[in-house]
T-cell receptor, first 109, second 114 residues
Framework: GQNIDQPTEMTATEGAIVQINCTYQ??????LFWYQQHAGEAPTFLSYNVLDGLEEKGRFSSFLSRSKGYSYLLLKELQMKDSASYLCAVRDGDYKLSFGAGTTVTVRA | IAGITQAPTSQILAAGRRMTLRCTQD?????MYWYRQDLGLGLRLIHY???????GKGEVPDGYSVSRANTDDFPLTLASAVPSQTSVYFC?????????????FGPGTRLTVL
């Protein structure tokens, strides 16, 4: 099984940067995903890491260290529309995902 | 249709009743999944199917059953609903031959069991 931990809530100001950490303990690892979920909506794919290092996609970046069982999602130039829950998920060798409980990010003006 | 659809959008159900949640995708993805999402617990996998004709149990399969008769449809059945099955249910699919194999989620079904 997987044990995935991420903070419950974070608050930041519009235009700022927020880093959401995710730590995991796994019985098998085949990639780490970040999803965004707005209230009342479905999760949507943000990023994927399978090798160590940083993946950048516009204002969002994701980092992975497999040896430390650690990832973070970096949100830059925060906008009000970034207020959402961010889900860290680890994929096992059978392509099943295990999700953390999610981090609710609130962006304030 | 585009993507994944789920029906119904929401449902209130009496305990003990049988209920089938429907999920259909038009992306020809080979793998499909059912999750439940509860406050503070995140998404938990109920059942999955790697390809039509096969299914597997996830983290919380008790009280649920699935079938995968074809590529597009993956219904989830609660044989005798109980209040602890009150939750938001998401269906997802993925293309195992894709570059990321990321899962795409349907809009969800909000189920209340009284």
């Amino acid at each position: 099984g997987q044990n995935i931990d991420q903070p419950t809530e974070m608050t930041a100001t519009e235009g700022a940067i927020v880093q959401i950490n995710c730590t995991y303990q796994t019985s098998g690892f085949n990639g780490l995903f970040w999803y965004q979920q707005h209230a009342g909506e479905a999760p949507t794919f943000l990023s994927y890491n399978v090798l160590d290092g940083l993946e950048e996609k516009g204002r969002f970046s994701s980092f992975l260290s497999r040896s430390k069982g650690y990832s973070y999602l970096l949100l830059k130039e925060l906008q009000m529309k970034d207020s959402a829950s961010y889900l860290c998920a680890v994929r096992d060798g059978d392509y099943k995902l295990s999700f953390g409980a999610g981090t609710t990010v609130t962006v304030r003006a | 249709i585009a993507g994944i659809t789920q029906a119904p959008t929401s449902q209130i159900l009496a305990a003990g009743r049988r209920m089938t949640l429907r999920c259909t995708q038009d992306m020809r993805h080979n793998a499909m999944y059912w999750y439940r999402q509860d406050l503070g617990l995140g998404l938990r996998l109920i059942h999955y199917s790697n390809t039509a004709g096969t299914t597997g149990k996830g983290e919380v399969p008790d009280g649920y059953s699935v079938s995968r008769a074809n590529t597009d449809d993956f219904p989830l059945t609660l044989a005798s609903a109980v209040p602890s099955q009150t939750s938001v249910y998401f269906c997802a699919s993925s293309d195992r031959s894709g570059s990321y194999n990321e899962q795409f989620f349907g809009p969800g079904t909000r189920l209340t069991v009284l």
